[in-house]
Nanobody, 122 residues
């Protein structure tokens, strides 16, 4: 079982910054970690990709956050971060960490953290 623990959410004014952290219970540098990153879900909305590391440490960002958010990782701490700058009220959501891990026989498992609330006031 993989555990993901997010932290760093909170209330911030429009234009402000926050850094989210996701601590994983596995080695994030393992070749079995197929994807690792951040999603968000606003009230009444579906859960959407924000920023993720894929294979070969490639990164993918949602168009709405490009140039404002940066995903990074510290393999020694098994932690992935999301630096969020120039925050807007529409960034308000619960932010979730997600990992896709390759298991035996080629199967993959998807794990989610419990989420951390980010609220941006106008």
């Amino acid at each position: 079982q993989v555990q993901l623990v997010e932290s760093g959410g909170g209330l911030v004014q429009s234009g402000g910054s926050l850094r989210l952290s996701c601590a994983a219970s596995i080695s994030i540098s393992s070749a079995n970690v197929m994807a690792l990153g951040w999603y968000r879900q606003a009230p009444g909305e579906q859960r959407d990709l924000v920023a993720v590391f894929g294979s070969g440490l490639s990164t993918t960002y949602a168009d709405s956050v490009k140039g404002r958010f940066t995903i990074s990782r510290d393999s020694a701490k098994n932690t992935v971060y999301l630096q969020m700058n120039s925050l807007k009220p529409e960034d308000t959501a619960v932010y979730y960490c997600r990992a896709v891990v390759l298991r035996s026989l080629g199967a993959t498992m998807t794990y989610w953290g419990q989420g951390t609330q980010v609220t941006v006031s106008s």
